[in-house]
């Protein structure tokens, strides 16, 4: 597993959705994580500074594995660029079917409205 950049992550991400179109899948999982041991941890906390915590992100077609880090400056930058390629890639979905709902009868369109429109006894 590689880290990658964030362009050269999205570059492959796009070739593993064109190489997966006709079969497979590809998985994408987000983490957060402070790229930093459990030793490196401690002793930062017991300094008193504050871990930056980066969000990891990795992609696998079962066959390759890339993976990258997200800071907090380059998030919403990632977001846009990600959420472009998955609409480009999401085509075989299916569309959801709804259910026909009757319409109304004109009898009982009448119907409820006399008998909501009475005026109340006091």
Not at 68 to 81: E, I, M, N, P, Y
Not at 94 to 121: C, G, H, M
Request: net charge positive.
């Amino acid at each position: 597993m590689v880290l990658l950049q964030l362009d050269p992550f999205l570059n492959e991400l796009t070739s593993m959705f064109e190489k997966s179109k006709e079969k497979g899948s590809v998985w994408v999982t987000l983490k957060r994580s402070s790229l930093k041991s459990k030793l490196q941890k401690r002793k930062l906390s017991a300094a008193g500074e504050s871990i930056e915590y980066r969000c990891l992100i990795r992609a696998t077609d079962a066959k390759k594995t890339i993976s990258t880090s997200v800071g907090a400056k380059d998030h919403l930058r990632f977001q846009a660029s990600y959420a472009t390629i998955l609409k480009a890639h999401m085509t075989a979905l299916k569309k959801r079917e709804r259910k026909d709902r009757k319409k109304p009868t004109e009898a009982e369109k009448k119907e409820s409205t006399s008998t909501s429109t009475k005026p109340k006894k006091l």
